[in-house]
């Protein structure tokens, strides 16, 4: 009977085949003393053991190259640490054989590495590899690794070890499934290099049948167990049309002559960064920092947690763009360490977003040293801005705050209430660019709360309104030299965001599953069509005119 597992999609496209498992025992030597006159012998061995993994590593690298490579030489480098081997001579050296001694000092390290963070615990499975490879060869066992296979296979373990990922054959393996790790362990960075699908932290995939045939789906996250023929055709169907869609558009964002639009991604953290490398995002264009801080704590996070989760995303995007916004809390996304304890009458109206983080300096300061030392050493263009900036005095203390913070890159406001759209001039006295926040924008044009589902209609993007609002502050952007992006919902229409394209904005930051359509859609009309369109969807009164208007115009009616 068909059945459905969910875990996490972080390689796109769909692999359908039967389960072989990977061979991972944790070999755990017998804790037998050994007598004290054996105690240099064993650290010889151990060392010979550390230094021969270490090399195995490194061939392997060699032989694998690009990203493989980089990280094979970083597991080499832990087989060779040096607080490591002191620490098995200490064991040895108290009766352990040199197998006990690294299972050992590898556990104390493991445990270390565990409790330090996302980032680092998805560096756990890498440690274990390199232990489980030398405690097998200083007891004289085969090696970890790959399954014996003619056919090809679905790939399932615990997790997978970069050692043997990088060697795996493509043409053999359809996909992987694995129980742990995240979208920032290898085996995701690398199904994504190796281009085949891959679905993560799946509660009880070791526990799949070898032999069953599954249907891996790295979007989604599903792993069907014993699809039906018919499921079978039609999952390739769909996963043709996504790869035919994203074929068909390829490459950074800009119209049919030209003109470039950076297309970028929002995410709420590291989680979703795979998504938006994997549909080609140049950047990321809104990090709403607070989602990764919306679990019901009174307590502000960390800055060493902070600085973890801040990294994460920033090395997804070596070179690339990325606008964090500082935390943006109250009304929608209360946080119980900013948000004011008195209920206010109207919370989408009080103390929110920069709001809330005057009242609590020391709160936005951690969070921009955070982010400075995130940055430190990786070549990102890291951009800061603000939420809900009201005027120039408060994007004046904004950029204050940043200064005193040390942030080295621009500093920015979101303008998602009308007075900074109407006096986006005078902000930009203070700020080095723009982002049009159109879902706040418009709740405050409008004095229709967003969540409040029987004043919807004033939510939709399209009111005319409000792309004369952002016309104005795109002007005014133009006219300082800085830019003016859209970050909220609107970009994520394909036809609307010609339209932007048309006001003048200068990049456009949308979840990560619409840039494929807004790419191809974009690619299809010039400047000037961007730009008739918006004219012809600002000349009339109600969005659904605006939409039709901006159509006709595209369409060459
Ligand atoms: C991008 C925006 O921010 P958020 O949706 O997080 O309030 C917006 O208001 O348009
Ligand atoms: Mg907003």
Redesign the pocket.
């Known amino acids: 009977m068909e059945e459905t597992l969910r875990g996490a999609g972080v390689s796109h496209g769909v692999a359908i085949g039967p389960v072989r498992h990977m061979r991972t025992a944790v070999l755990e030597p017998p804790a037998a003393r050994i007598a004290a006159d054996q105690a240099p012998r064993e650290q010889a061995r151990a060392q010979q053991a550390v230094e021969a993994v270490a090399a195995d590593l490194r061939a392997r690298g060699n032989l694998a190259g690009g990203e493989a490579q980089a990280v094979l030489e970083a597991q080499a480098l832990m087989a060779l640490d040096p607080e490591l081997m002191a620490d098995v001579r200490r064991r040895t050296a108290v009766g352990s054989s040199a197998a006990r001694a690294v299972y050992d000092a590898f556990a104390a390290y493991r445990a270390l590495l565990a409790t330090a963070g996302d980032y680092l615990a998805g560096r756990v499975a890498d440690l274990d590899d390199v232990r489980n490879r030398t405690v097998a060869r200083l007891m004289g066992v085969p090696m970890p690794g790959v399954p014996d296979s003619d056919e090809p296979y679905v790939l399932v373990a615990r997790d997978l070890a970069p050692a043997d990922t990088a060697l795996l054959d493509p043409s053999l393996v359809l996909g992987f499934v694995t129980e742990e790790g995240g979208p920032t362990s290898h085996s995701a960075i690398l199904a994504r290099a190796m281009g085949v699908p891959a679905v993560v932290a799946l509660p009880g995939a070791t526990a799949l049948a070898k032999g069953a045939v599954v249907a891996v789906d790295g979007s989604t996250g599903e792993v069907l167990v014993a699809p039906s023929p018919e499921r079978q055709a039609e999952l390739r169907r769909v996963a043709e049309e996504r790869r035919a869609a994203l074929a068909a558009s390829s490459g950074p964002g800009r119209t049919s002559d030209g003109h470039r639009v950076p297309l970028l991604a929002n995410i709420g953290g590291p989680a979703e960064v795979a998504a938006a490398v994997a549909a080609g995002a140049e950047g990321v264009g809104l990090f709403r920092t607070e989602f990764l801080f919306l679990d019901g704590s009174a307590q502000a996070p960390s800055e060493e947690r902070q600085v973890e989760a801040y990294r994460a995303v920033l090395e997804a995007f070596p070179e690339g763009r990325v606008v964090v916004r500082v935390l943006?809390a109250g009304a929608d996304k209360p946080l119980g360490f900013l948000t004011p304890a008195d209920d206010e009458p109207n919370p989408a109206l009080g103390v929110r977003?920069l709001r809330a983080l005057l009242h609590h300096p020391e709160v936005l300061l951690t969070q921009l040293r955070a982010l400075a030392k995130a940055a430190d050493g990786l070549p990102v263009h890291l951009e800061v801005m603000a939420?809900?900036v009201a005027d120039r005095v408060d994007a004046r203390a904004f950029a204050d705050a940043c200064r005193a913070a040390g942030l080295p890159g621009a500093v920015g406001a979101?303008v998602?209430i009308p007075s900074a759209a109407l006096r986006a001039r005078s902000i930009l006295q203070e700020v080095g660019f723009l982002s049009l926040?159109t879902?706040?924008l418009a709740q405050y044009t409008f004095a229709a709360d967003r969540q409040v589902g029987a004043v919807a209609r004033f939510q939709d993007p399209w009111q005319p309104v409000l792309l004369d609002l952002m016309a104005g502050a795109a002007e005014a952007a133009r006219a300082a030299g800085q830019g003016c992006g859209v970050c909220?919902e609107a970009a994520a229409d394909p036809v609307l965001a010609c339209v932007l394209t048309g006001l003048g904005v200068t990049s456009l930051s949308m979840g990560a599953a619409a840039i494929p359509r807004v790419r191809a859609t974009l690619a299809k009309y010039t400047l000037a069509q961007c730009e008739r369109a918006a004219a012809a969807a600002r000349a009339v009164d109600t969005a659904e005119e605006a939409r039709a208007a901006a159509h006709q115009v595209l369409s060459g009616e």
């Open positions: 943006d977003g939420p809900m979101m998602e926040g879902n706040d909220g």
